[in-house]
């Protein structure tokens, strides 16, 4: 009997969940790690941004502050959720929903600097003078951004982001690969199998996806702002000219973590930018472009290493 009741419980929790639509489906799995987070002790905070707008931010533990900036598309919790359970214990963590992502929005211009000032002012209002960061993909554009303030910004960890580097030859590879004439097209997904080709490029391995999830991802995580969204691509080649005319020999200490078969930005833009900044590049093997889904347990020891 006792070893059939655990199974029992399992088809239970199997049957209600096939049973729910794809929105009560993502609603759910939102609520869960909602509640996983609160439990573990960390509060969300709302600030209002100067330009108008709010940003969402999650704060949790003690310790130095370690900011996580998430990827295009994602939220704090959909990119960060097990490494900040992990880290709130050595660090005070603070993971923001980045402008036009979960539930923040600015009334800015959709660009590099209005999302790096956005983040700038949680600094400020919590009086943190200076942080640790790690970025991945498009967080970690903004994390190249911070550290050319090097007074601020105690040590950095860019995951899977090329910042200056990303050629517009690049660019035209990056569009060949996913099929689309532009970038935007990838990142900004019109409906559910739009989601699915984006997801077939992020992630190492294969995800099933039925078309409901789908469509439902594609309405809690793309629809939204979908218009900022586009021009927040579109502004990456005038924000990665800006960004590679600024000096580096000044920049703070910085660790780069790359995944081996990254299909958005290769491998060889980790090298180059490795190069770039004279830094150690950590190549994690049989990992795409998702790296802390897909790697939390290795991204978590060697954020504490690198920053300990």
């Known amino acids: ?88 214990q050595d660090y005070q963590v603070i993971a923001p929903d980045l402008a036009w992502f979960g539930d923040s929005f600015s009334e800015g211009t959709p660009n590099l600097t209005t999302q790096t000032n956005a983040v700038w002012q949680i600094l400020d209002a919590m009086k943190i003078e200076k942080v640790a960061v790690a970025g991945i993909s498009y967080g970690g554009f903004i994390t190249y951004n911070m550290m050319l303030n090097p007074e601020r910004i105690d040590k950095s960890i860019i995951i899977a982001s090329p910042g ?72 990456l080649v005038h924000d990665r000219t800006r960004i590679a005319n600024l000096p580096t020999d000044n920049l703070p200490p910085s660790l780069l973590i790359w995944g081996d078969s990254d299909q958005i930005f290769p491998l060889r833009n980790g090298i180059a930018l490795s190069h770039y900044l004279s830094t150690t590049l950590v190549v994690l093997p049989n990992t795409g472009h998702g790296v802390t889904n897909e790697q939390p347990q290795t991204v978590v020891r060697l954020l504490k290493s690198f920053l300990g």
């Open 164 to 235: 200056p580097l990303f050629s517009d030859a690049d660019l035209q590879a990056l569009c060949l690969r996913a099929g689309v004439e532009h970038p935007e097209q990838l990142f900004v997904p019109q409906n559910g199998n739009e989601v699915r080709r984006l997801f077939d490029h992020v992630f190492f391995e294969p995800k099933s996806m039925p078309d409901f999830v789908a469509t439902d991802i594609y309405n809690s995580y793309f629809s939204p702002y979908r218009q900022e969204k586009a021009d927040l691509i579109r502004s």
């Open 1 to 88: 009997m006792t070893t059939t009741r655990p199974f029992h419980f399992v088809l239970i929790a199997i049957f209600l969940l096939l049973s729910l639509t794809g929105c009560e489906l993502v609603d759910w799995k939102a609520r869960q790690d909602h509640d996983t987070l609160t439990d573990a002790g960390f509060e969300e905070y709302y600030l209002t941004l100067q330009e108008g707008g709010r940003i969402k931010y999650w704060v949790g533990g003690k310790g130095k502050p370690l900011l996580l900036l998430h990827g295009f598309g994602g939220t704090a919790i959909s990119t960060w959720k097990r490494e900040m359970l992990a880290l709130n």
